[in-house]
């Protein structure tokens, strides 16, 4: 009998510790620029633990614009809160990076509240396949090259850039000038990583050159943001890189 309560007593004295780890840490909102906040909420991941994904809020002339959702339509809708809290507005525009649970969980959640999404559109050909909701506007790669264009987002002093097949094939990033603020989504890697992380659905040997793109369409960028892990300058974009060729090596 002593047997069961003691398996009892440790199911009861480890649950909260468990619900930690499954995810229950509600997002939150970092202020880091003029106007640009980072937003990071998490999730229990099977092999990876407790997993950290960030995405960007930036407030223009036009309204506040979401870049990525949280990793749930729960996580998302408190996510939401948090923004109108600290700007004052809902966001009215969202752009996501891909069409992974970490950058479009929450899809259903702006949709409900009237918040205009747009993705690649490969993102939104891979969105069903992945149990997730393609966004509202697709990109479509311009004549000029890599770089997106997309509908009613002209008012949107946001850059979006496609540089190529790396962390997915869709994978974009986003840049705000005015604070030199480069989002490089689950495409660049944070500082302290030894690896590049999830390659499931990746192009190992294309990622450098993606990522060197990136470095090359926004020299003058010096914060750079990575989904996965710290912030730093563009030393991120050559760890990358490096990280890339010492992988496609490898295969």
Not at 19 to 39: F, N, R, S, T
Not at 79 to 95: D, Y
Not at 98 to 118: C, W
Request: net charge negative; charged share 20%; with cysteine.
């Amino acid at each position: 009998m002593w047997k069961f309560f003691l398996a009892a007593f440790l199911v009861f004295a480890a649950a909260p510790a468990r619900a930690a780890e499954e995810g229950q840490q509600a997002p939150v909102l970092e202020k880091i620029a003029e106007d640009v906040w980072v937003h990071k909420s998490w999730r229990h991941v099977d092999g990876w633990g407790l997993v950290l994904s960030q995405g960007l809020v930036v407030k223009v002339d036009t309204g506040v614009v979401l870049v990525d959702t949280a990793w749930t339509d729960a996580d998302t809708e408190k996510l939401l809160a948090l923004i109108e809290e600290e700007t004052g507005a809902m966001p009215v525009k969202a752009i996501v990076t891909h069409a992974h649970d970490d950058k479009m969980g929450g899809m259903k959640a702006l949709h409900a509240h009237g918040v205009e999404t747009a993705a690649h559109r490969f993102s939104n050909e891979d969105a069903p396949v992945r149990g997730l909701t393609p966004a509202q506007v697709p990109m479509y790669i311009s004549e000029k090259g890599k770089q997106l264009v997309f509908a009613g987002y002209s008012g949107v002093p946001l850059e979006v850039f496609y540089p190529g097949a790396g962390h997915t094939r869709d994978n974009i990033v986003v840049y705000y000038a005015p604070a030199k603020v480069l989002f490089g989504g689950c495409l660049i890697r944070p500082g302290d990583s030894g690896n590049l992380g999830n390659t499931a659905d990746g192009d190992v040997g294309h990622w450098a050159e993606a990522a060197r793109n990136v470095a090359e369409a926004f020299p003058e960028a010096e914060i750079v943001i990575p989904s996965h892990g710290p912030m730093g300058g563009r030393a991120l974009l050559d760890h990358t890189i490096g990280l890339a060729e010492a992988a496609a090596a490898k295969q």
